[in-house]
């Protein structure tokens, strides 16, 4: 007589956990419906951060339950630091904002660097929309027919390297180059994104600039590379290039010594991280597991990927638990080589 009060005790069991869940699906929804969810990009319109948010946000609505509409907001300033740090100090930690930042940007407490005010492994990781290849590029050869990286070691006029901030992405990969290949460079801050920083180079202020990655020469300066008025003189991807970017350098190829190597890997390395999603710490674990969940639909969808396809783009996502791993591994670099690595990146 006890098996079929086992047996009861078990389908109760069932329901009680099948109801919970329900309920928090429900609690899910409701909180979303008819909510507006803000995505933060850390750089101005125009660009490739901005492209690929814009892209990715109407569907990413589709899929999150309650189907909150999910608007842009561009919060730009110091390559994208500021948008970082007013995700995890100011945002509202409801799961009503997310963001969009520099991978580059979240290794910062890593290097030490207190203008970082926050703990990357803390935010709450939805997933990266687009892993891709980097490069950096002169406009019409910085008036000194420069093609490949050993041309601008060997340049005779320093080339000026526009960036969007002194700790910002464009600043360290620019310094990388000069302080460990020498390359003849140097770099102005202070412009708002790569979108101002290309009106700057085809005005003449500036020579040229990194965070060329190939999604956003695809979509944002695709005219400007078919023309050969932008020219991509060196690629940083690790044993592997990108065809689009043609014999431009790779820069792993002029490195003679395993610590290099090791340094380059850390700086460029994150770059396939390219358009990280993240919410900030202490958004309820029921609606963090639904942005993850969306995130992963999101980017199955056929719409979407037919919007990329139209844009240039094919795009190769990462979701929450990979994009974890990676910047779990990065940080556990040893810190002679994070040192090192720091050093060549912040030396002007």
């Avoid at 660009?47 to 309650?66: E, K, M, Q, S, V």
């Avoid at 202490?282 to 999101?298: M, Q, S, W």
């Amino acid at each position: 007589m006890k098996a079929p009060k086992v047996l009861a005790a078990a389908w109760f069991g069932l329901l009680v956990c099948g109801g919970a869940a329900a309920f928090a699906a429900d609690a899910v929804e409701d909180f979303y419906r008819g909510k507006t969810i803000s995505l933060w990009v850390g750089y101005g319109t125009g660009g490739g951060y901005d492209n690929t948010a814009r892209l990715f946000a109407p569907h990413y609505g589709d899929y999150i339950p309650g189907k909150p509409r999910v608007v842009v907001q561009n919060v730009t300033g110091a390559g994208s630091l500021l948008a970082a740090n007013n995700l995890y100090n100011v945002a509202p930690k409801d799961g009503s904002v997310i963001g969009l930042f520099s991978s580059t940007v979240a290794m910062m407490p890593l290097y030490g660097d207190q203008n970082a005010k926050f703990d990357t492994q803390k935010f709450n990781w939805i997933g990266n929309i687009h892993r891709d290849l980097h490069s950096c590029g002169v406009w019409r050869g910085a008036g000194q027919d420069i093609r490949t990286l050993q041309d601008l070691i060997a340049a005779k006029t320093t080339v000026v390297f526009g960036s969007d901030g002194g700790d910002a992405p464009l600043t360290r990969w620019a310094l990388f180059m000069k302080n460990v290949l020498g390359t003849n460079l140097k770099v102005v801050a202070g412009y708002k994104g790569t979108r101002e920083i290309n009106l700057a180079m085809q005005s003449g202020e500036v020579g040229g600039s990194c965070g060329m990655f190939e999604s956003t020469v695809r979509t944002a300066y695709l005219t400007d590379y078919q023309k050969g008025d932008l020219r991509l003189f060196v690629q940083t991807g690790y044993k592997r290039n990108a065809p689009f970017f043609g014999d431009a350098t790779n820069l792993y190829s002029l490195f003679k010594t395993e610590e290099e190597v090791q340094m380059a890997r850390l700086v460029f390395g994150v770059n396939e991280i390219t358009r990280p999603v993240t919410a900030p710490p202490g958004v309820p674990a029921d609606r963090l597991a639904a942005l993850r969940k969306a995130f992963v639909e999101a980017m199955k969808d056929p719409r979407m990927i037919e919007d990329a396809k139209r844009m240039g783009l094919e795009l190769d996502p990462m979701p929450a638990e990979e994009l974890i791993s990676e910047l779990d591994a990065l940080f556990k670099t040893p810190k002679e080589i994070v040192a090192k690595s720091s050093l060549a990146t912040s030396t002007p």
